[in-house]
Structure formats: structure tokens, C-alpha cells
């Protein structure tokens, strides 16, 4: 019964196909369209006395004119205890000295005005919107807001409770925890490592917010953008009677350390324990601030790697490989520092698999010359999101305050079409080699340890947290206190004991079956399997399975009659395994097999006991001719708990865990009644319905002829 997976295989293929056929053809790509106009608004710039930068957009065909008040500050601001920033900027329009938080909604509401501010690592912005002839009270309440913030105490109260409820759910989520693992990471000693914890949501006081607003919400900390259908000569006079008076200060030195760039290859793992059936895995490196001038050929290279369903990581995770549902990469440039970020969520077993692929894809990137036509779709399909964004106010005002922000050329945005189109393929190729550097990478995983750890250690030193951050220990082996023989020994036992073993010549084994797919795939049936021993078998898996085209039965059968064995899938000829493929279907296919594991030709060791998952097992590595598994034995009930095993595939290599449970007495010998057997593509399940032993078998059952 544990072989199944073996024939399963052979049904990822025939999912994976079917799904293919019932996409797209992809197969001609189509001819790239010309390069879209770039039409990026004049804007006038002044500077007011008081040191406030204001820009004016003019868009006569806006009937709504939006204010976007930007100050050069963020939560890399909040000193020691994190939140402070983005809590300023949520009580920022929650009452004032004159309103409440109730009366400041109801007078914005009847004008159907949009008020609202937002923090993020290095700026906060206050943002209004509404019709033009509403401009003056629209002003009034952003501006009362502005000077006047009061921080009431019982809006605190209600959004600490807020905080600390969605913390509560942090450690429970491993994309959050690897948000947090990320930028702990990357950005290491830089502010922009800090994440609010739940003693910082208790420490902070209403006296920490006002004090942070004094301090940073001044005018010569901040610019104002303006976007709608008015001219600077209009607007100004506006723009000086609300904000002409706002009195600048001196502003608190910018003296943060810079993140330590990530050098050698490392692995960093947080443990949620054995509920997690999937890794969240994401590979990062240091890259660049948002000035740098490779921003734009870096953004295109991430775009070919990974920049959604056209993205080369996503067609090999998902498509080719079946690990995921989707996978991507990021250019997060911040104004003092940057990361590059491929993630992804793959079945946990599949882990140390993805991240080989995503370095694969790394270094192919760097190896290899991007093709023309594939680089010129994703520069249009940039150009094309750009213009795009062109319709929003608030996005128009956003990129013209970006230039300020990250002191980019003045002419950055009207450029900006253009510079996308000229990046070439050489442009790609020299940006990959020089910010996807895979000898200087962080591996970082949330998910099993249990099943992951080990595996990632191959990448480099594994360093492990908690969901907090804070360094663990690493599981460590525990004293081996007996030998192999011996443990083979009490499994037997364990079983139902050596003499009662010997008399079982024959089991038919039936189970309902059910195999799910990496990128979603399903199917579902039944199994039955036939062995007698000493190394016959037969075996029937029928599975209903979805083709694209409506469910289809689909059979697989496999004969062994102790010298040949035969194969039979779908859509493909009746097959007689021969040389090392059938002597290893013979050795791998033994019956009752641990009570064969001290015969010829076999090697065993117990190589480690552990904790693995809620129990302690003993490691014993089995090694014949033309295999080697590692069989986990209980160390309370030394019944069998698991296997692991390694084989080749079409795909290449791949290891395939199973986990047996619900162990109950058959005949007097205890066998599991569950299974679970999980490898990079696919998770089956199987429940066993009935065992039966002894029963009179005709030796023909493990017998086909191949015509």
C-alpha cells in the first residue's frame, strides 16, 4: 500500500495536461503593438515662505480637485516603540479641538468630501477630495485636522483593541510572519526592520502622538500636491490663506544606520508547526533605493522573472512543476535602501524544490540574453499600467511628489514611457548580474520545520525564529539508546510480533483515494492492491479526473509476479519494466517488508533520534542495490510513522514523504487504516476501507502479458 504513490505519478502528468488543454494556446505569441503615447501632466512648482513645497496639476476634465498633503517622514521615525507613525496618521482626522470624531465624518459626508491619511516606512500623507466649489470647506477640515488633532483617548483605546486583535492572528498566518522575517532579514540594523509588536501597541500614550506630530508635521517637512481643474494663479492665493501661516521648525537629523547588505548564502526559518501543509518561502537579496538610476531596466528584469502570470517563475513553479498556485518577484526600492524578493507558498514538501528553481531562474537571468519579443511584451504592458495609472488624481499628485520624495529628475515621469521602451536586452542582462547575485541570497521559510529543516540545510547555515523574531534554538538529535537490530526487533513486535507476521502469506488491501495537485488539480477514486509474498503484488487505482473537457475514468494497473512486472496508464501502450527499473520495482515491492530487512543485500543504520512533529521517531536508513529510504519509527508505539524517499522522474529527482496513521488491529497485526504521501507536485490521501489476509489468490492475479 505505501508503493501507491508510484503509480500516482503518472497522474500528474495526465492532470497537468489536461489543465493545459484547457487554457489559452500560447503557442504564438502575439506581435507587440506600437509604443503607447506618453502624456504625463505639466505641473508648476513653488515654494512657499514657511519652506512647503506646492505643485500644481492641471486636469480641466476633473470636476474633483484632490489635495495631497506629503510629509518626508514615516514609521522609520517611531524610535522604540514601532506603530507610533501610523497611529498618528490613523487618529490624525479622529477628533480635533473643535470636533469630534462623529461631527468631522458628518460634515465631510454631507459634502461628499474623502478625507484620509496613511503612514508607510518613509512617508505619511493627509489626503482630501471633492467637488471644486466645495474646495474651501474641504480645506478647512483637512487643515483643522492638520493643526488641531487632538488624539482623543477613548479613539486610542478603540484602536490599540483593533491592533492587538489583528496581532493575535499574526503568529497563525505565514505569509504576516514572513513579512516580518523579510525586512528583519534585510533590512537588519535600519529602522526599516521594525514591526509592531503587542508591547509596543500598550506602550504607546496619546502624549507619544502628539509629540511625534509637532515634531514632523511642520511645512518645510512636507509638500502639497494639487490635481483638478485649477491653474496656479487660482489655486495659490487658496493654497497660502490655509497653509500660508503654518510655522516651519527645525526637523530631528536623519542619522540611521544603514542596513548591512546580505552576504553568503543563508537559510532562515520560522517554525508554525505541523499544521502548515505549505511553505511560504521567499528568496531576497540587497538592491537599490528608489533614486538609483537602474531602476527602471531592474524593474523590467523583475517584470521577466517574475512579474505575474507571464513571469518566468510562475510558468516554472506552477505550470512546469506544479508546486504552487502562483509565484513572484519584487523591486522593493525604499528611499534609503532596497530589497529584491521572490516568493511563493508551495507544498511544504516541495520546499528545498522551489528554491532550487527560483536560483535556476536567477541565474538563467543572469547566464542567458532575454529574448526580444519576450522583453518587448513586458515593456508594454508597463507602459500600458502607467497610462493607466494616469487617470487617477491621487496617483498623478503621489508621482509628482515621488520626484521630490526620492530627488529623481524633474522630467522623470514625462519620460517615463520612453525609458521603459528603450531598455534592451543587454540593459536586462547587466542588471541581473549585477543585483541577482546568488552567491549573496537569504533563503527564508515559514511553514513545517519538522519536514523542511533538514532539507534547507543544504543551502547554508539555518537560522531559526520564532513568530516574533526572536532567535530559537534549532531541534537538536537526541541519544540514539539502541541499535538497528534491536529497533527492528520491537517494530516487529510493536506489529503484532514476529510469529503472527509469518503466518499473513497474503493481504488484498481496498481504500478510497484522493490526489490534489500543487496548482489546484483534483482527483478522486479507488484503490484496491493484492500481494502475497514473498514479492508479488497487483495493483488497480481508478481515479475520476478532470481533463478540461469533463471527468474521464481513468485506470492504472501494475503487475508483479516476483521476476517481471508490468505497467499500464492512460493513453499510453501496456509497458514490461526491464533492467534497473524492474530490479528496483522487484527490491522495493518485498511483503510484510520489516521482516525482511535483515536479508541479503540490504543495509540498514539508525542514524538519529528526534522530535519530529508532535512525537519522538528513530531514523533508520534502509539502503539496497538500486534504492535508499529512511523509514520513522514511533519511539513510544515503534510502529512505522513515516518514510522518505527519493526517485527519478521525468521531472527529475523527487522525494516523496508518507505519514501513516490510524493503526488498528487486523488478524492480530496492527496496520494503518490512513495514509498521506506528499512529494513536490501532488498531496494523496488514502483510507483504507478493508484489509484482508489469507484469502485463496490465483497465481495468474500478478501475471500480464505485454502483446
Given at each position: 500500500?505505501?508503493?501507491?504513490?508510484?503509480?500516482?505519478?503518472?497522474?500528474?502528468?495526465?492532470?497537468?495536461?489536461?489543465?493545459?488543454?484547457?487554457?489559452?494556446?500560447?503557442?504564438?505569441?502575439?506581435?507587440?503593438?506600437?509604443?503607447?503615447?506618453?502624456?504625463?501632466p505639466?505641473?508648476?512648482?513653488?515654494?512657499?515662505?514657511?519652506?512647503?513645497?506646492?505643485?500644481v496639476?492641471?486636469?480641466?476634465?476633473?470636476?474633483?480637485?484632490?489635495?495631497?498633503l506629503?510629509?518626508?517622514?514615516?514609521?522609520?521615525?517611531?524610535?522604540?516603540?514601532?506603530?507610533?507613525?501610523?497611529?498618528?496618521?490613523?487618529?490624525?482626522?479622529?477628533?480635533?479641538n473643535?470636533?469630534s470624531?462623529?461631527?468631522?465624518?458628518?460634515?465631510?459626508?454631507?459634502?461628499?468630501?474623502?478625507?484620509?491619511?496613511?503612514?508607510?516606512?518613509?512617508?505619511?500623507?493627509?489626503?482630501?477630495?471633492?467637488?471644486?466649489?466645495?474646495?474651501?470647506?474641504?480645506?478647512?477640515?483637512?487643515?483643522?485636522?492638520?493643526?488641531?488633532?487632538?488624539?482623543?483617548?477613548?479613539?486610542?483605546?478603540?484602536?490599540?483593541?483593533?491592533?492587538?486583535?489583528?496581532?493575535?492572528?499574526i503568529?497563525?498566518?505565514?505569509?504576516?510572519?514572513?513579512g516580518?522575517?523579510?525586512?528583519?532579514?534585510?533590512?537588519?540594523?535600519?529602522?526599516y526592520?521594525?514591526f509592531?509588536?503587542?508591547?509596543?501597541?500598550?506602550?504607546?500614550?496619546?502624549?507619544?502622538?502628539?509629540?511625534?506630530?509637532?515634531?514632523?508635521?511642520?511645512?518645510?517637512?512636507?509638500?502639497?500636491?494639487?490635481?483638478?481643474?485649477?491653474?496656479?494663479?487660482?489655486?495659490?492665493?487658496?493654497?497660502?490663506?490655509?497653509?500660508?501661516?503654518?510655522?516651519?521648525?527645525?526637523?530631528?537629523?536623519?542619522?540611521f544606520?544603514?542596513?548591512?547588505?546580505?552576504?553568503?548564502?543563508?537559510?532562515?526559518?520560522?517554525?508554525l508547526?505541523?499544521?502548515?501543509?505549505?511553505?511560504a518561502?521567499?528568496?531576497?537579496?540587497?538592491?537599490?533605493e528608489?533614486?538609483?538610476?537602474?531602476?527602471?531596466?531592474?524593474?523590467?528584469?523583475?517584470?521577466?522573472?517574475?512579474?505575474?502570470f507571464?513571469?518566468?517563475?510562475?510558468?516554472?513553479?506552477?505550470?512546469?512543476?506544479?508546486?504552487?498556485?502562483?509565484?513572484?518577484?519584487?523591486?522593493?526600492?525604499?528611499?534609503n535602501?532596497?530589497?529584491?524578493?521572490?516568493?511563493?507558498?508551495?507544498?511544504?514538501?516541495?520546499?528545498?524544490?522551489?528554491?532550487?528553481q527560483?536560483?535556476?531562474?536567477?541565474?538563467?537571468m543572469?547566464?542567458?540574453s532575454?529574448?526580444?519579443e519576450?522583453?518587448?511584451?513586458?515593456?508594454?504592458?508597463?507602459?500600458?499600467?502607467?497610462?493607466?495609472?494616469l487617470?487617477?488624481?491621487?496617483?498623478?499628485?503621489?508621482?509628482?511628489?515621488?520626484?521630490?520624495?526620492?530627488?529623481?529628475?524633474?522630467?522623470?515621469?514625462r519620460?517615463?514611457?520612453?525609458?521603459?521602451?528603450?531598455?534592451?536586452?543587454?540593459?536586462?542582462?547587466?542588471?541581473?548580474?549585477?543585483?541577482?547575485?546568488?552567491?549573496?541570497?537569504?533563503?527564508?521559510?515559514?511553514?513545517?520545520?519538522?519536514?523542511?529543516?533538514?532539507?534547507?540545510?543544504?543551502?547554508g547555515?539555518?537560522h531559526?525564529?520564532?513568530?516574533?523574531?526572536?532567535?530559537?534554538?534549532?531541534?537538536?538529535s537526541?541519544?540514539?539508546d539502541?541499535?538497528?537490530?534491536?529497533?527492528?526487533?520491537?517494530?516487529?513486535?510493536?506489529?503484532?510480533?514476529?510469529?503472527?507476521?509469518?503466518?499473513?502469506?497474503?493481504?488484498?488491501?481496498?481504500?478510497?483515494?484522493?490526489i490534489?495537485?500543487?496548482?489546484?488539480?483534483?482527483?478522486?477514486?479507488?484503490?484496491?492492491?493484492?500481494?502475497?509474498a514473498?514479492?508479488?503484488?497487483?495493483?488497480?487505482m481508478?481515479?475520476?479526473?478532470?481533463?478540461?473537457?469533463?471527468?474521464?475514468?481513468?485506470?492504472?494497473?501494475?503487475?508483479i509476479?516476483?521476476?517481471?512486472?508490468?505497467?499500464s496508464?492512460?493513453?499510453?501502450?501496456?509497458?514490461?519494466?526491464?533492467g534497473?527499473?524492474?530490479e528496483?520495482?522487484?527490491?522495493?515491492?518485498?511483503?510484510?517488508?520489516?521482516?525482511?530487512?535483515?536479508?541479503?543485500?540490504?543495509?540498514?543504520?539508525?542514524?538519529?533520534?528526534?522530535?519530529?512533529?508532535?512525537?519522538t521517531?528513530?531514523?533508520?536508513?534502509?539502503?539496497?542495490?538500486?534504492?535508499?529510504?529512511?523509514m520513522?519509527?514511533?519511539?513510544?508505539?515503534?510502529?512505522?510513522?513515516?518514510?522518505?524517499?527519493?526517485?527519478e522522474?521525468?521531472?527529475?529527482?523527487?522525494?516523496?514523504?508518507?505519514?501513516f496513521?490510524?493503526?488498528?488491529?487486523?488478524?492480530?497485526?496492527?496496520?494503518?487504516?490512513?495514509?498521506?504521501?506528499?512529494?513536490?507536485?501532488?498531496?494523496?490521501?488514502?483510507?483504507?476501507?478493508?484489509?484482508?489476509?489469507?484469502?485463496?489468490?490465483?497465481?495468474?492475479?500478478?501475471?500480464?502479458?505485454?502483446?
Open positions: 500500500m505505501k508503493h501507491i504513490h508510484i503509480i500516482a505519478a503518472a497522474l500528474i502528468l495526465l492532470l497537468i495536461g489536461g489543465q493545459a488543454a484547457a487554457q489559452i494556446d500560447r503557442s504564438q505569441k502575439p506581435e507587440p503593438g506600437p509604443a503607447p503615447e506618453a502624456s504625463f505639466e505641473f508648476n512648482e513653488t515654494e512657499l515662505d514657511n519652506g512647503l513645497k506646492v505643485f496639476i492641471n486636469n480641466p476634465a476633473q470636476p474633483v480637485v484632490t489635495f495631497r506629503l510629509f518626508r517622514t514615516g514609521s522609520e521615525y517611531d524610535g522604540d516603540k514601532s506603530g507610533v507613525a501610523g497611529f498618528t496618521t490613523d487618529l490624525l482626522t479622529s477628533g480635533t473643535s470636533r470624531s462623529l461631527e468631522f465624518a458628518r460634515e465631510a459626508d454631507l459634502l461628499g468630501l474623502s478625507i484620509s491619511a496613511s503612514a508607510a516606512d518613509d512617508q505619511m500623507s493627509l489626503n482630501g477630495s471633492g467637488l471644486k466649489k466645495h474646495m474651501d470647506k474641504l480645506l478647512g477640515l483637512m487643515t483643522d485636522a492638520l493643526y488641531n488633532a487632538s488624539f482623543p483617548e477613548d479613539e486610542l483605546a478603540k484602536l490599540k483593541t483593533q491592533t492587538l486583535s489583528g496581532l493575535k492572528t503568529h497563525r498566518d505565514p505569509d504576516a510572519v514572513m516580518r522575517l523579510q525586512i528583519t532579514v534585510g533590512y537588519n540594523v535600519h529602522p526592520a521594525n509592531q509588536t503587542e508591547e509596543d501597541v500598550n506602550a504607546i500614550t496619546r502624549d507619544d502622538l502628539a509629540s511625534f506630530h509637532s515634531r514632523f508635521f511642520v511645512p518645510n517637512n512636507a509638500s502639497l500636491a494639487v490635481v483638478g481643474d485649477v491653474t496656479e494663479d487660482e489655486i495659490l492665493p487658496v493654497i497660502r490663506k490655509y497653509f500660508g501661516s503654518w510655522a516651519k521648525a527645525p526637523l530631528p537629523a536623519d542619522d544606520t544603514s542596513p548591512e547588505p546580505i552576504t553568503g548564502r543563508t537559510v532562515h526559518l520560522v517554525d508547526g505541523k499544521t502548515q501543509t505549505q511553505t518561502i521567499t528568496v531576497t537579496t540587497s538592491s537599490i528608489r533614486s538609483n538610476p537602474d531602476y527602471i531596466a531592474l524593474s523590467m528584469m523583475n517584470s521577466i522573472i517574475g512579474g505575474g507571464s513571469g518566468r517563475l510562475f510558468a516554472n513553479l506552477r505550470e512546469t512543476h506544479g508546486f504552487t498556485y502562483g509565484a513572484y518577484s519584487s523591486v522593493e526600492a525604499r528611499k535602501a532596497g530589497l529584491w524578493n521572490a516568493s511563493a507558498s508551495v507544498r511544504r514538501i516541495a520546499t528545498d524544490s522551489a528554491f532550487t527560483v536560483i535556476y531562474e536567477m541565474e538563467r543572469r547566464d542567458e532575454v529574448d526580444t519576450e522583453l518587448e511584451m513586458h515593456k508594454q504592458y508597463a507602459s500600458g499600467r502607467f497610462l493607466l495609472g487617470e487617477s488624481p491621487t496617483t498623478i499628485a503621489r508621482m509628482v511628489q515621488n520626484i521630490d520624495l526620492y530627488d529623481l529628475p524633474k522630467d522623470y515621469y519620460n517615463y514611457v520612453q525609458n521603459i521602451m528603450a531598455v534592451t536586452p543587454a540593459d536586462v542582462r547587466r542588471v541581473a548580474r549585477k543585483y541577482l547575485d546568488t552567491d549573496n541570497i537569504a533563503l527564508l521559510a515559514v511553514g513545517d520545520a519538522d519536514v523542511i529543516a533538514e532539507p534547507l540545510a543544504q543551502f547555515d539555518v531559526m525564529y520564532d513568530a516574533d523574531m526572536q532567535p530559537v534554538n534549532a531541534a537538536v537526541l541519544d540514539v539502541m541499535d538497528a537490530q534491536s529497533l527492528i526487533e520491537k517494530a516487529i513486535e510493536a506489529m503484532g510480533g514476529r510469529t503472527t507476521l509469518e503466518k499473513i502469506e497474503s493481504r488484498i488491501t481496498e481504500a478510497d483515494v484522493s490534489a495537485l500543487g496548482m489546484g488539480g483534483e482527483a478522486e477514486g479507488t484503490l484496491k492492491e493484492i500481494e502475497m514473498p514479492n508479488k503484488k497487483y495493483q488497480l481508478t481515479m475520476a479526473v478532470d481533463m478540461g473537457g469533463g471527468m474521464q475514468m481513468l485506470e492504472f494497473e501494475e503487475w509476479d516476483g521476476e517481471t512486472a508490468v505497467v496508464q492512460p493513453m499510453q501502450p501496456v509497458t514490461e519494466l526491464s534497473e527499473d524492474l528496483k520495482t522487484l527490491e522495493d515491492n518485498i511483503f510484510n517488508e520489516m521482516l525482511h530487512l535483515n536479508a541479503p543485500g540490504v543495509e540498514v543504520a539508525l542514524t538519529e533520534k528526534k522530535k519530529m512533529e508532535d512525537r521517531v528513530y531514523v533508520l536508513n534502509v539502503k539496497r542495490k538500486h534504492s535508499e529510504k529512511e520513522l519509527i514511533d519511539a513510544n508505539s515503534f510502529l512505522l510513522y513515516g518514510e522518505s524517499e527519493t526517485a522522474t521525468p521531472q527529475g529527482p523527487m522525494t516523496s514523504v508518507t505519514r496513521s490510524d493503526y488498528r488491529a487486523v488478524d492480530g497485526v496492527m496496520l494503518p487504516f490512513s495514509l498521506q504521501t506528499e512529494n513536490p507536485a501532488m498531496t494523496l490521501k488514502a483510507t483504507i476501507t478493508s484489509y484482508t489476509h489469507n484469502s485463496d489468490i490465483d497465481e495468474s492475479t500478478f501475471t500480464k502479458q505485454v502483446n
